[in-house]
């Protein structure tokens, strides 16, 4: 009842979604949040009718962000599922509503909203049209670090130089400070670097680092390829930031952007 309910407040544009004129019932359906959260639609079924097997806690997170859950509403599901909300020493994965609203506003630009440990948590219809439908990934793979160094998901990001590589290394480092009882932290580093050679070396190094403004370029497949200014927003009290991507007025690649706003570009 919980999930039903919170799904039928959210309106489908909220999410890159078309509202239509057959939708039967207010807010998102099933088939909708499924894709939102990296599930499969029988498991939301379940879910809402009471039934299979406890949740993971990588599952209520990822429930939680896609229904763009309050804290207190989170809280809720973790405790209705039987598991302690996520506490002191956790990296915060919840996306406040009014980073939400200006992810929404930013509707020329593509945008996403990171996690301390660079965990895609939310995205506009820009950013999925320029990088790729970060839902079509499972939860644990929706990180731009492991897509980097172990995955060909959506990230089509094309990174020029060493030094991005390892300002992303150490931003996991710096995380590992900040959040060092953390489990999904540590079970990120402990898959990279057993899966990446290149990742281990750069870890063994033991710099800290962070995420910075810098040029990036795209290769898109209908576009080719784009060279972007990648700028870098800070959320300090929920420790997550903001990615912008865009182009100077008059140029080929703000042109480009303007494709990617119109409908089916991906």
Known sequence: MVLRTAR?????AEVGFAAGSRRQVPGLRREEIAQLAGLSVDYIVRLEQGRGSKPS????????RALRLSDSDRDLIFRLAGSEPPGVGRIPMLVRPS???????LAGLPALVLSAKSDVLAWNPPAAALLGDWSALPP??????WQRFLGAGPDRVVETGEQSGADCVGC??????????????AGLIDELRSGS????ELWRAGRSGRLRSRTASVV???LGTLTLDCDVLSVPEA????????????????????????PGRA
């Open 220 to 222: 898109h497949p209908e």
């Open 57 to 64: 806690d990588q599952v209520l997170g990822a429930l939680a």
């Open 197 to 200: 050679p290149r990742f281990d």
């Open 172 to 185: 996991l480092r710096t995380a590992q400070a900040r959040y060092p009882q953390d489990p999904s932290l």
């Open 8 to 12: 039928s407040r959210i309106e489908p």
């Open 239 to 262: 420790d997550q930031t903001v990615i912008v991507y865009s182009a100077g007025t008059g140029t080929a690649t703000a042109s480009a952007l303007e494709l990617l706003r119109l």
């Open 99 to 105: 980073v939400m609203r200006l992810l929404d506003r």
């Open 140 to 145: 644990a793979q929706r990180n731009l670090i």
